[in-house]
């Protein structure tokens, strides 16, 4: 855990489940709003509700659109203990299907997504959680990279994710 010089009144905290380290820049902005940083060393989780991904079927299953990963898909169904592929596929415990809890608070979201990423497709993660989401009657704010892959991750100019941040904290 990394702390601020002066904490925020409310205690205000990042989690962070991959990536530490990757484009500090916002988290040393919001360490000096008074946000708390915090690591959880939770890697190779693929799709579990510690460091998910919008539905593990897309990846690393690569059952729709994207590439697909053979070894982390094994993964998947070793650590979510399903007996076989078919249990999988059929099951439900994907963010894109769990978005109800977060909608009946009105917890907004921000996604970041590159709109020619091959790997984790846009249209089958973060469009689906964006239509079901404003189903529910909840906000989401998308943040399009034009012409990007899967790579680089984040933003150039992170200033965009500290003001929603910011705006959605306060």
Known sequence: MIAPVQAA?????????????????????????????????????????DAPVCDFKSWPGGKGKGKGDPKNWALVLKLRNFSNEATA??????????????????????????????????????????????ELGADITLIRKVGVGHHPHGLEDSQPIIDFILKNTK
Request: glycine share 8%; no cysteine.
């Open 89 to 134: 596929l059929a099951s439900k415990a994907n963010p894109i299907d769990n978005l109800a809890p977060l909608a009946k608070y009105h917890v907004p979201l921000l996604h970041v997504f590159g709109d020619l990423d091959d790997v984790v497709p846009w249209e089958e993660n973060t469009g689906i959680i964006e239509s079901r989401y404003k």
């Open 9 to 49: 009144a409310d205690r205000l905290y990042v989690w962070h489940g991959e990536f530490f380290g990757h484009k500090p820049a916002l988290d040393i902005a919001l360490l000096g709003h008074g946000f708390h940083i915090v690591y959880m060393k939770i890697n190779d989780m693929l799709g579990s509700p």
